[in-house]
């Protein structure tokens, strides 16, 4: 299968891949971000922890990184643009998946 294949790097695909995953940006840059896009009052995807949020993460100690966020287009202002889950890359293109908590 494609995960088996060797990649250019020598390793096998699913490894290349791992090592990707693995090489994402630190926690601690990634909570500076965080803290910044928070301060941000035009962001929409800041209120994972907002009240009328809340209820829409399964594990509330696991929001997503707000880098990753889809923004949904809502026609009622009252059911928001939050859904707790996470952009991921598939192996040909970017931003085609989405990662979320749990069914």
Not at 13 to 30: A, G, L, P, Q, R
Not at 75 to 97: C, H, M, V, W
Request: hydrophobic residues 25%.
């Amino acid at each position: 299968s494609y995960l088996d294949k060797t990649s250019h790097t020598g390793l096998t695909n699913m490894e290349h891949e791992f090592k990707i995953i693995c090489d994402v940006k630190s926690d601690e840059e990634d909570d500076k971000e965080n803290i910044e896009s928070a301060e941000d009052p035009s962001n929409v995807n800041e209120n994972s922890q907002n009240v009328n949020n809340r209820h829409k993460n399964r594990l509330s100690n696991i929001p997503p990184k707000i880098l990753y966020v889809p923004v949904l287009q809502c026609e009622t202002d009252y059911l928001g643009d939050y859904i707790n889950a996470a952009f991921a890359p598939s192996f040909r293109k970017q931003n085609r998946q989405f990662l979320t908590q749990l069914p």
